[in-house]
């Protein structure tokens, strides 16, 4: 095999939810930074090696803006990461701004002291597991619905201090925003309808601000005139957004992983505690639902790996193909926890690296604890193939049917 | 082993933090790593060395 002529169109078919397209191995060997047609027929470069996806995420020359956002290429019809984002002049200073604001509140001793209560959430929902399996004719339960998903909404609720009674609301405008496969402008839609949901949240909580990151937010904005409220808005959108999808999603990836490699599984049962962190490492580095990649745009030509990128192109670095790098990692798509190499890109790199990364990394590590602890004999209780998968940005399964 | 952090390239994230809580810490008003200890004990050598792996712009340097 070896790599067609004219530019390859993302999205990669990919064997199945946890495997990658084999095409990445050889794109990596080949054509490490290479020209592709976006799902929407817009031209971009796609980078798939470690060396270069690291360096590009750590460098200044590339942004989320373009300095022409109308003749910008586009990624996808979802409304998250699909084109330019921010403003061209002042990307930096926003950005900078941005980080100061929150990364205080999703600090690592933050996230220390919600350890407790993350663990009373994840109890609470294996007791509820338990007592319903146990009822249940078959004996077949939901992993997705009973704790994957929840568990991400919970604690992002009550970070922002949203209601969770909203959750279901959120939950599926959320969905539809991520959706590439929605018809016409449904993902543009559910933009605005989440939108218009925070703008009213945020008037309400106006009212009584609290101990909670919209409030923060809300007081930052009003203390901050080139603090613009939209933005403001928008950030808030993004985070409830952030927040639970992508953790959920690796729950389910983590879950599915482990329980198709049964000696993991066992390994892990035998000793959670001493096993989950390297466990829950593994899950982020090959854990890589959707299929696209992180998007920026080049500020000014750049020479990378031969190939010259102009000035306003798009390029997306394949965090995914990045983190089964042969030449990084031995053995790169095996599943092996115990491997020596710890670091990976799964929560990006350099100064976009993901602000929730100690949030998610506690909620990993509790959840396959405590599932290794109280449900040693956890199973499938279906094929790994006939799982229903998201046409969404950040991918993953929509359902987990386990019993034990 | 000596460690050393370089707040100006730091971005908050706390990674350093998650991974060895007694040698880095994060100041409460922006989130900037903050050393506490600058020579640990032999025995947090493993989580300063996966702070220093972890860290996602490269700003905690150890030496032996
Ligand atoms: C396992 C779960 C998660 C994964 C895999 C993940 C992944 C990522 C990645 C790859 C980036 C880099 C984006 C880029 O460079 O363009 C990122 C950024 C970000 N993440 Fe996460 N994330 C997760 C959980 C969370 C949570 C729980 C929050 C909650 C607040 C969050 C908030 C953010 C924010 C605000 C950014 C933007 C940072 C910036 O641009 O400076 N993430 N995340
Ligand atoms: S891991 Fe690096 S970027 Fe994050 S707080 Fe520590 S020193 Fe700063």
């Known amino acids: 095999m070896s790599v067609a002529a004219g530019p390859l169109r993302l999205p990669f078919e990919r064997p199945n939810v946890l495997d990658l397209a084999p095409l990445y191995e050889i794109l990596r060997r080949e054509a490490p930074v290479t020209p592709v047609t976006t799902p929407v027929g817009d031209p971009a470069w796609l980078v798939t090696r470690f060396d270069e996806v690291r ?62 209560y993350m663990q009373a959430l994840v109890d609470g929902y294996l007791d509820r597991l338990v007592t319903e399996q146990a009822s249940a004719p078959d004996g077949v339960v939901d992993l997705h619905a009973g704790l994957a998903l929840p568990l991400p909404v919970a604690v992002i609720c009550r970070l922002l201090g949203v209601p969770e009674s909203d959750r279901e609301h959120f939950r599926s405008l959320s969905y539809r925003m991520a959706n590439y496969a929605s018809c016409g402008d449904d993902a543009y839609q559910a933009w605005n309808e989440f939108t218009e949901y925070m703008r009213g949240l945020v008037e309400t909580k106006r009212a009584e601000l609290c101990e909670d990151v919209i409030s923060d937010l809300v007081r930052a904005q009003d203390e901050d005139e080139e603090f613009d409220y939209d933005e403001m808005i928008s950030l808030c959108v993004g985070l409830l957004f952030a927040g639970h999808e992508t953790t959920a999603n690796r729950i389910g990836l983590g879950t599915l992983f482990l329980l198709s490699r049964r000696e993991h599984w066992e390994d892990l049962t035998a000793d959670p505690a001493g096993r989950v962190d390297a466990t829950v490492e593994e899950i982020m580095r090959l854990g890589a639902p959707g299929d696209l990649g992180l998007l920026r745009y080049a500020h000014t030509d750049l020479d990378i790996a031969d190939v010259t990128i102009p000035r306003g192109d798009a390029v997306i670095l394949s965090i995914n193909a990045a983190n089964r790098d042969q030449s990084v990692y031995s053995d790169a798509e095996a599943f092996a926890p115990d491997r020596e190499e710890r670091s990976h890109l799964g929560f990006g790199h350099g100064p976009h690296f993901c602000i929730g990364a100690s949030l998610a990394r506690t909620e990993l590590r509790i959840v396959f604890a405590a599932l290794a602890q109280r449900l040693p004999s956890l199973r499938l209780a279906r094929n790994m193939d006939e799982l229903e998968v998201c046409t969404t940005i950040t991918g993953g399964v929509t359902e987990l049917p386990v019993t034990w | ?15 350093c933090a998650l991974a060895a809580a007694d040698v880095f810490d994060q100041r409460d008003e922006d989130g900037i790593v903050v050393l506490v200890d600058p020579v640990p004990p032999a025995d947090l050598a493993a989580d300063v060395s996966h702070a220093a792996v972890m860290c996602p712009v490269q700003a905690i340097t150890v030496e032996d």
């Open chain 1, 55 to 116: 360096a590009l995420l750590g460098d200044k020359r590339l942004g989320r803006s373009h300095p022409e956002p109308e003749l910008a290429s586009r990624i996808s019809t979802a409304a998250v990461q699909d084109g330019p984002m921010g403003d061209y002049e002042t990307e930096e200073a926003d950005h900078t701004r941005l980080r100061r604001l929150l990364t205080p509140a999703f600090s690592a001793k933050r996230m220390r002291a919600l350890t407790e």
């Open chain 2, 1 to 15: 082993m000596k460690v050393t952090v370089d707040q100006e390239t730091c971005v908050g994230s706390g990674q």
